[in-house]
């Protein structure tokens, strides 16, 4: 279960999850941008993802609500 919402700053969509994530996994399923000991950048299609361990994601790159929340969907179901 997951929750998405529009940041009014970074021009993104914010997922709040309770699911933790595993970066090691994470590394594995899809394309990294970047990666240090609290952040993960990742690439799902069109969109660049910023995960944080907490299981909270940062999408950009997303003109709707809809399309993070299918993005969110996809992500969070290879983990």
């Known amino acids: 279960m997951f929750i998405?919402?529009?940041?009014?700053?970074?021009?993104?969509f914010e997922v709040v999850s309770d699911k933790k994530l595993n970066?090691?996994?994470?590394?594995?399923?899809?394309?990294?941008i970047a990666d240090t000991p609290v952040l993960l950048l990742v690439k799902v299609k069109d969109c660049d993802i910023?995960?944080?361990?907490?299981?909270k994601?940062?999408?950009k790159?997303?003109?709707?609500?809809?399309?993070?929340e299918k993005i969110a969907?996809?992500?969070?179901?290879?983990?």
Not at 50 to 55: P, W, Y
Not at 61 to 68: F, L, N, P, R, V
Not at 73 to 79: R, T
């Open 61 to 68: 790159g997303c003109k709707s609500k809809e399309k993070a």
């Open 73 to 79: 969907k996809e992500f969070y179901s290879k983990l």
């Open 57 to 59: 994601l940062l999408i």
């Open 50 to 55: 910023s995960c944080f361990k907490t299981g």
């Open 4 to 12: 998405v919402k529009k940041c009014s700053t970074k021009g993104a």
């Open 23 to 32: 970066f090691d996994l994470a590394k594995k399923k899809f394309e990294v």
